[in-house]
């Protein structure tokens, strides 16, 4: 047969495209494992992760015009993981709800406005557990004005939230609430009852950060230290960051419970009183109640074992 024939350049273009295949299969299995397919998430954060690493090492060049500020780089980071959370990771909790019972009147509602300072107020009828809807601020400001007449019933007011499973995914739920034009969710637990509470402005912190307005109040610290080694704290303060500051067998519990004032709630076996002293035996501190409004415990002053607080007294 003739040098050159089709047949040998048809063989000739098969063994190149084999050996492509195979140097391809073979990058591939290098990059990313033999089974591991690659993943567009994994290998945005690599490359985070290498930008972060190249701008702290001592004379790196500035970022180029243009490009990526650190600031923009926790946004994407925060974005890649938003679809790891579920509501119930973002939600306000239960306890935290502030709300207004159906049968109260517009001047009640009108001062819980002017005291929460939020712009959506919900509407319960006899218990957290039965939200029937919410009050927008803006559906108000025509009867505060005078422009409308004072309503009997708060009921020509209500508008309705989502109700939402815990369960849900927070991407779902920022998706459903663009769609529905909906800027608050209740959360409901697995027996429908009240979990929590979402607004959008929760979503998208979650991405972009904490959003502070001129009307929020400054942050107050969660645990503050005293003498003799005892501390006061927000019934609020995650146990995480209670067992991380303060000591880690507070935060060892079987109970479904994420803040201190649960773990109050949960050792004393009700809402504990004022002034009541409830022991944590397991590390020996004492949850010492300084204030509840008698539906949950508000502040507290943990008081040290024994033996750490003769070593802060020695010292």
């Known amino acids: ?14 063994a190149d495209s084999s050996n492509e295949g195979g140097l391809w299969s073979g990058l591939k299995s290098l990059l990313f494992g033999e089974n591991e397919a690659p993943s567009l998430r994994k290998e945005l954060e690599e490359a985070l992760d290498e930008y972060d690493e190249e701008e702290q090492e001592e ?3 500035p970022p180029a015009k243009g490009d990526l500020s650190a600031i923009e780089r926790q946004m994407v980071r925060n974005l890649l993981h938003f679809s790891e959370h ?3 990771d973002v939600a306000l909790p ?10 109260a009147s517009f001047a009640e509602l009108a001062e819980l406005f002017a005291e929460a300072g939020h712009s959506r107020i919900p509407v319960y009828r006899e218990t957290l557990d039965t939200i ?3 009050v927008h601020i ?13 309503p009997d019933t708060l009921a020509p007011l209500i508008r309705q939230p989502l109700y939402v499973p815990e369960s849900m995914g ?16 209740i959360v409901l637990d697995e027996y429908s009852g009240t979990e929590g509470l979402l607004t959008f402005e929760d979503l998208v912190e979650e991405i972009v950060g904490e959003v502070e307005d001129e009307h929020d109040d400054a942050p107050e610290a969660m645990l ?11 019934a609020r303060a995650e146990l995480d960051d209670v067992a991380e500051e303060i000591d880690p067998r507070l935060g060892e519990i079987e109970e479904d419970v994420d803040t201190l004032g649960g773990l109050a709630f949960v050792l004393a076996g009700r809402v504990p009183e004022p002034g009541e002293i409830i022991p944590h035996e397991q590390s020996g501190w004492k949850l010492e109640v300084l204030a509840s409004d008698g539906r949950r415990v508000t502040r507290l002053r943990l008081h040290p074992p024994v033996e750490q607080e003769l070593e802060a007294e020695e010292a």
Request: charged share 30%; net charge negative.
């Open 138 to 150: 803006r559906d108000a400001f025509a009867i505060l004005a005078g422009k409308a007449p004072v």
């Open 132 to 134: 029937v809807g919410m």
């Open 170 to 185: 927070a991407l779902d739920l920022l998706a459903e609430m663009r769609a529905k034009r909906t800027h608050l969710a």
């Open 1 to 14: 047969m003739a040098e050159g024939s089709p047949k040998d350049s048809a063989g000739s273009k098969e």
């Open 86 to 88: 579920t509501v119930d």
């Open 59 to 61: 004379g790196a060049a």
């Open 224 to 234: 503050v230290p005293l003498e003799g080694g005892m501390w006061d704290a927000d």
């Open 94 to 103: 239960r306890a935290d709800i502030v709300a207004i019972e159906e049968k």
